[in-house]
């Protein structure tokens, strides 16, 4: 459905490179394929993504090619991870660190 993004503080600028912190909540019903987020507003070249979603259960990951916030949790049926489909994560903070170049 959408996601609210929070960015905290001023993007880190250092030559060339750019840094942004952003503080990312799902909404009550997340998106089956992920839910999209393209970084490139924030850093208009984007190479590293680091995600921190806490010791929720969830693990989240950057989908670079399809620019999407994907989450996954390990799976009662034996499989390492499942997507997450249709949760409610609007409980749940991912703070992300997003590292690049301008363009």
Not at 31 to 40: H, I, K, P
């Amino acid at each position: 459905m959408a996601l609210t993004i929070n960015q905290p503080r001023r993007q880190s600028v250092s030559g060339s490179t750019i840094t942004v912190h952003l503080e990312i909540t799902p909404d009550t019903s997340f998106a089956s394929g992920g839910e999209a987020l393209d970084l490139s507003s924030y850093v208009p070249i984007v190479e590293s993504v680091v995600l921190d979603g806490g010791n929720t259960g969830y693990v989240w990951q950057y989908d670079h090619t399809n620019k999407k916030l994907d989450c996954f949790e390990a799976g009662a049926d034996g499989a390492a991870l499942d997507a997450v489909s249709g949760a409610n994560l609007s409980t749940h903070t991912v703070r992300i660190t997003v590292s690049g170049r301008r363009a």
